[in-house]
């Protein structure tokens, strides 16, 4: 079969049919996609769709190449049906039986053919018969002969497959990463640029479920570079509420196209699909759309780069954190897509959603979020299918019935319990069922309704929702025999429900069985590692950290709790790279800085503490650790070696500049100025900052009286007379006024330190007592033959 009748198909790029196209090429854009050779059908369910049997089957006739394309048009019906059923609002009736021509044998649930590392199906999904028919098909075909087909129908099924379950599946995963390094191969040998562009999409879009949000800005940008696609933000005069007199600075997306990539008209690539209505923000103060003084320079965006803004926008959401920042970053793109006269539905459904996630935070737009999340629920238009499925794996629309879970949840922040309720239980979540009983203090009835499901049939999930409803813990021992002993769900809730009271130690063995079973649990290994933490595990602690950041690298606290699991084992080095990594993903923490400061005295990376302090009075405005202080400055005197076997010496100039910084905002923090004077390249500059540490510790008038201030003080003013007396001595002709002031000052300030000290009997100080005698007679000698002399 060609590529044009497989793959563009789904792109809907072509929407004009030849006479020279194949009678399946027809059949598959008319939308109608019955089974045609229902012996065929019979014959493949009859050896239980085993791989190796299909592939056995698919040998004898792999030279009749008119046969594998009769095998590879019945799984794209089947597939296509799946995905129509369960991806449609009101889907129509529809009898397994009457479609495959026979009966679906009992000896094949597909319930339990279809979960992967132990996670189940979500109860809401349709007709699942469908799609293990199909991927069952695609992955034989694949086995039998790899090629861009096989291979690209293959990833569509594995999607799909993911989609469908409750958790993301390690064993999904893995086999789509072999079947992408694959497709990426194939994809070279592609002279058509606009399939090279969905394939990149679609992969990205595989990558984005998993949270590899690398990989999907690396597939990103290689769609966007193919495409001739240029999407950039800036900043536009404009007004936002209808009563704004002036205009302000608003974000806006620019959106130019590479006229030298050939691309179809945005017209011809959109066909005539009917597109979901936007509904209008009707509020008395905010516009339904910003009003710019500027006209925005923005492309008609085919169908392809629309759904590449798409992904921008969800590629944004996965790998930034979630604030007004982000959401005033989304805006533009989404307005972008919006503003199209055409576009694929599935595209524009997607982004609907996401605005109604961003508006459900603001009071101001919530009640249009609610309206066109209901709109999209209740959709009677009957879009046509192949309108439907059109970009489907592209744009990353997630199955119907999530839609009807998002109303629930805007029905539940706008405060409508009982509504949102009503949604859970039809949907079978039990767990914001929960929630919504908890709310309305009625918690015994989630108990009620969940054993009512148990006396129906059964499952792991309903046990384990029933000891969250019930905080017994039988219920997930319960639920970890009825599975024999291979359910991640049964040990996650098991071990959730002792993390949550605390009981560190006791949750590690169940989080780490749930592991075992699905390895790529975000959550759990992020709790393992924080409860390995809390009992000084570091081992297990470092272990669980490190396989999150490998699943989540973009979480800068997990990064810091491995920086600082690996500070606990003595492995300084491996934490200044994690903290370098915590740092990539949350540069405006303080607390983060402060720990690369630490770490960074301690690993010999000098200008990094330099930076992370500058860093700290930035966000903090203040920065008083004496001890790194102290520390980073006996290494300038010493001239250490840094991690690279620099000198530290080098980095002086830019240390005083940093003492002088901290010293203009803690103007009496003796300790300080005792260090900046310790940096000072004279003596007179440091006998000025000696002076101001006398000042700083004699500030509260009682020095004297405590033993320890008190030999600080006289600490620095012995310092303070030597260098006084230092910078007098080898003074200039035009400095001399200068230090003659300075060593006046300086015999003054010891004076009165010694007839306040001497009045104390504090023996650590009597010995320095007498030093500083001897060399305030000094001074004082010195200072009568000068002026003798003048």
Partial sequence: MSTKTNVWFLCNYDTHLNDSDNEILKELWSGKWNIKDADLCKQFISCKLETEALVNIFKKCSEDNGYIEKILDLAISSFFTYCNINWSAEPEKFELQEYFGTDWPQDIDVHTKLQSDSEPLFPNVLHPELLYFSSQIFTSLNLLEQNLIHLWWCLRSKVTHQRALEESSATIYKDLELIIAKLSNEAQTLDNSRLKVLLYTEIAQAYLIYGRVQKVEEYLLKAKETAGLKLELTGILGKRTKFQQNALPQLALTSELDSTVERESAEISHGDSALPPDIELQDDVRLNKREFIEKVTQAELPSLEQTLCLLTVQYIQKSQAKDELMAEELQPYIETILSQQKGPWSTRVAALLIRCKLEANHKRTVERAMMQCETIVNDKTNVAAVSRLSYLWASGLPSAWTWRQQLGDLYLSMGLVKAALEEYLRLQLWEDVIVCYTMLQLRHKAAEIIQQQLDIKPTVKLYCMMGDATDDVLWYKKAWDFSNHRSSRA??????????????????????????????????????????????????????????????????????????????????????RALMESLRFNYDNWKVWENIVIVSMDTGHFEDVLRGIHRILDLQGKYEDVEVLTLFVRGILQDSKDSDENSAERLRKRVLELFGRITSIHQNNPAIWQLYSDLSPTNLLKAQRLLKAYKGYSQSGNWASNPETCLKVMQVTELLLEHSLKARKEAEENEIQQANQQLSSARLTAQAVIIASGKQEWLNTKPLLVELKELFNQVTEYMMTVMSLN
């Fill in 491 to 576: 040990q996650r809730h098991w071990g959730n429900f002792l993390f949550n009271h605390k009981k560190y130690e006791e949750c590690i063995p169940h989080y780490e069985k749930s592991v075992e079973i699905n390895s790529i649990q975000e959550s759990i290994w992020a709790r393992l590692g924080y409860a390995a933490l809390m009992i000084e595990n570091w081992e297990l602690s470092a272990k669980a950290y490190r396989r999150y950041t490998y699943l989540h690298p973009t979480t800068f606290e997990a990064w810091n709790n491995l920086a600082k699991v690996y500070v606990k084992q003595g492995d300084k080095n491996r934490a200044y």
